[in-house]
């Protein structure tokens, strides 16, 4: 957007009536001239200027209508360092500061731009890093039939959009954020230098390049990746050719780090809760056979585990009363422990559903997925009339719903439901 607005800036000037004019004056000068004549009074001006770059030639395009009308430009936006424009032959009839040469039109964006019309972009920066770097800017003048009569070119300074590309992506230290610029080269976001890709890492984001993200061989590296394009939000056609993307990596061990540690979490508790069934029922069993087996000897078949076994009952003493006793406490025993078998073998079932349940959600990476699934098998495992997931809105205070079972989620969800 930056660009896209330093452009804009740049195409206003273009159509400064004064501009135009000035132009035509200095286009007319070489009517006159035969194609050859043209190339030769160029070089004739071009040699002049590169020997005596302090001389009348210079000093003249130095302080020229044009050239004023630039640094009136300059001035209001001090981020153009250097501003020119040169005539429909490539001559430079405006400059604000000084220029190695006088005949641009054997550079590439004066060709792109007088052969094309297009709006020239491109980053310049050295290799050895980003000290100093600047961007080409260059767009064609046109009169009022349309026709090119001229270029401005403007060297824009990459400060502002590398305070930009310095603001961190995210708040965590385990993703790196990378600007890939041309080439193999990107600049690394978390140590504002340029580093290269090798060729294999090229080639594998190129296949990554239809898809959302992807786990690839990055450097020799297993990592998650995502990327995609630098794009103008006003659709800028020059900043959309630059080609640049936005990388975004972890390495696929720490990426998958919170599905693993969920899963053990996960496993953890389903065993404790296990544990804590299987002790309640032996405990149970302990307090019911425990008094039987300390009050009666008779009862010792029953009390060595069979508990089938029925006490005599052969006198109505205190013995026969213990054994008739005892008969209806084993009946409610075995009773009991039936039922209580049962309940144990309805929650183990319980338990092994919530563990298949969390393994087929531990490989779900999409939250809005994950809430879905959540939901669904939530209320259609356990039986429940109704499912919803609400998350913490921590500015709001305020628990918004995320995801909802069947129709009815959905419209809560779509207006906004909240506790």
């Not at 502002?160 to 995210?170: C, D, G, R």
């Amino acid at each position: 957007n930056v660009l896209s607005r330093e452009i804009a800036i740049l195409r206003g000037l273009s159509l400064s009536q004064n501009l135009r004019d000035r132009l035509l004056v200095a286009n007319a000068r070489y009517d006159s001239y035969s194609t050859a004549e043209l190339e030769d009074r160029m070089q004739e001006l071009d040699q002049l200027w590169r020997e005596n770059p302090n001389g009348p030639l210079p000093r003249a395009r130095l302080n020229s209508p044009v050239a004023r009308e630039l640094r009136a430009l300059r001035a209001s936006f001090p981020n153009h360092l250097q501003l020119l424009v040169t005539d429909k032959y490539g001559g430079v009839i405006g400059v604000t500061g000084s220029n190695t040469d006088f005949y641009q039109a054997d550079k590439d964006w004066w060709q792109i731009v007088s052969g094309r019309g297009d709006t020239f972009l491109n980053l310049l920066v050295t290799r050895e890093g980003m000290q100093n770097p600047s961007i080409t800017m260059a767009l064609p003048i046109y009169d009022a039939s349309g026709a090119i009569i001229g270029v401005l070119h403007s060297i824009f300074d990459f400060s502002e959009i590398s305070e930009l590309i310095a603001t961190p992506v995210t708040d965590q230290p385990s993703i790196s954020t990378d600007l890939l610029l041309f080439d193999n080269w990107a600049l690394s976001v978390d140590r504002n230098e340029l580093v290269s890709y090798s060729d294999e890492t090229m080639t594998n984001l190129e296949l990554l390049m239809t898809q959302t993200f992807g786990d690839i061989l990055f450097e020799e590296t297993p990592h998650l990746v995502s990327q995609t394009p630098v794009v103008s939000a006003k659709n800028e056609p020059a900043v959309n050719n630059l080609g640049w993307r936005v990388i975004a990596r972890q390495e696929l061990e720490q990426a998958l780090a919170p599905v693993q540690s969920q899963t053990r979490r996960t496993m953890l508790v389903a065993l404790i809760i296990a544990t804590v069934v299987i002790g309640a029922a032996v405990i149970m069993a302990q307090v019911i056979s425990g008094p039987i087996l300390r009050l009666t000897e008779v009862a010792q078949q029953i009390a060595a585990g069979d508990m089938l076994s029925q006490a005599a009952v052969s006198s109505d003493d205190e013995v026969g009363s213990l054994a008739r006793a005892f008969n209806v406490m084993a009946d409610r025993l075995r009773s009991t422990i039936g039922t209580l078998e049962d309940r144990v073998a309805e929650r183990t079932n319980q338990l092994e559903t919530v563990v298949a349940v969390n393994r087929r959600l531990s490989g779900i990476l999409d939250i809005s997925q994950l809430l879905q699934e959540v939901v669904v098998l939530t209320k259609e495992t356990f039986g429940f009339y109704h499912v919803h997931i609400y998350l913490l809105d921590e500015v709001r205070k305020t628990l918004m719903m995320a995801e909802g079972y069947g129709e009815a989620g959905i419209e809560m969800k779509r207006q906004g439901h909240n506790i």
